[in-house]
């Protein structure tokens, strides 16, 4: 019986939900809580409920019947204002939203782009841009980049006709903010929109996010960087957090270094994941930027730094366990629903 008016409830609901006509709905009223309604019939039937259970069944019934009456009553009241604003002949458009008809919210990679700024920011970081439509100098040539780098290949990279390309890192914004420094030290974040002609797969989208950060100092140290790192990947994604530096090549820095984190892992195994690349400003860049410049203010012998660059999606995957990549540019609101 107790399944049977959860059932009873669920049809009445949807089957009220498609009415719109003033009749269908008081015809729905007569069969479900009229004197020879479903409900009714099945009060009856508690007279051969087991007493130990009447209680209980009592309770459903009531429920049920209460249920049943509210959305009615919804249903007829929706009506009638629909009635009413026809009379007036016109849309009132000052009349309130209705609540819970979804709120909205910033996408994931908004919320874990804004939280990495905000983290910086405390360290004394500023924001910086540069285009997304690049020469080949700020891309590649500054960055120390050799001609023949495969990364440079239009088989790997979109170029435009007039021989600028979409930029392939957030590294570009290195040398467009050195170029222009007035003084010391620099110390910028750059999130942005960066191209490649990858394959669109689980990991990879040919069009995505990183995020840039640049010092510039008299003296920036290997610790300064490791530093800088530890604090920002433990705020970012909880203080249980360890972080490796793993060494590696990168043409615009020297050492360089791959970043693994661990997250604090319940229950299951930690695994080291690759999650940035980073290292000490290779004196080849501040000679680039020097030379366009024209002034010694970042001479290679005068100043050092550090840099780092990680992927916006990839992070945003770390952080909440999301496994491919596609399901963050796919706006399919029952996932996006789950970041409100
Ligand atoms: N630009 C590199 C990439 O797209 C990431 C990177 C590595 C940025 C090392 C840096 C860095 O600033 O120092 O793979």
Same mark, same amino acid.
């Given at each position: 019986m107790l399944s049977q008016l959860d059932s009873l409830k669920a049809q009445a609901l949807q089957a009220l939900y498609t009415l719109t006509e003033e009749a269908a709905i008081e015809a729905f009223r007569v069969e479900y809580?009229?004197?020879?309604?479903h409900l009714t019939s099945l009060s009856a039937g508690m007279r051969d409920v087991d007493p130990a259970l009447k209680r209980e069944v009592g309770a459903k019934l009531n429920e049920v019947r209460e249920a049943i009456t509210q959305a009615l009553s919804a249903k007829q009241e929706a009506l009638q204002a629909a009635k009413d604003a026809a009379a007036v002949a016109g849309l009132d458009i000052t009349l309130p939203g209705r609540p819970g008809a979804g709120q909205g919210s910033l996408h994931p990679l908004t919320q874990v782009r804004d939280q990495a700024v905000r983290i910086l920011r405390k360290l004394g970081f500023v924001l910086a841009e540069g285009p997304e439509v690049e020469t080949a100098w700020h891309c590649f040539d500054a960055l120390n980049t050799p001609e023949d780098h495969p990364a440079r290949h239009p088989s790997d990279t979109f170029y435009m006709?007039?021989?600028? %390309? *979409?930029?392939?890192?957030?590294?570009s914004v290195q040398i467009r903010t050195l170029e222009s420094?007035?003084?010391?030290?620099v110390r910028i974040i750059s999130p942005g929109a960066a191209y490649r002609r990858d394959e669109i797969d689980a990991t990879h989208l040919s069009v995505f996010n990183q995020i840039e950060a640049l010092y510039v100092a008299d003296e920036v140290s290997l610790a300064d960087l490791k530093g800088t790192l530890e604090f920002f990947f433990k705020e970012l994604l909880g203080s249980g957090t360890a972080v490796r530096f793993r060494p590696h090549f990168f043409p615009f820095t020297e050492p360089s270094f791959e970043i693994d984190v661990k997250l604090e892992a319940k229950g299951r195994e930690a695994r080291w994941i690759e999650i940035a690349g980073c290292g000490m400003v290779d004196p080849a860049v501040f000679e680039a930027v020097s030379r366009t410049r024209?002034?010694? %203010? *970042?001479?290679p012998e005068r100043v050092s730094g550090f840099a780092f660059g990680m992927g916006l999606e990839r992070l945003t995957m770390i952080l909440h366990g999301?496994?491919?990549?596609r399901h963050l540019i796919e706006n399919d609101s029952r996932f996006l629903a789950q970041f409100a």
């Open positions: 809580l009229g004197k020879k309604g006709p007039d021989g600028k %390309l *979409l930029r392939t890192h957030t590294s420094v007035k003084s010391l030290p024209g002034d010694e %203010l *970042l001479h999301i496994g491919d990549i």
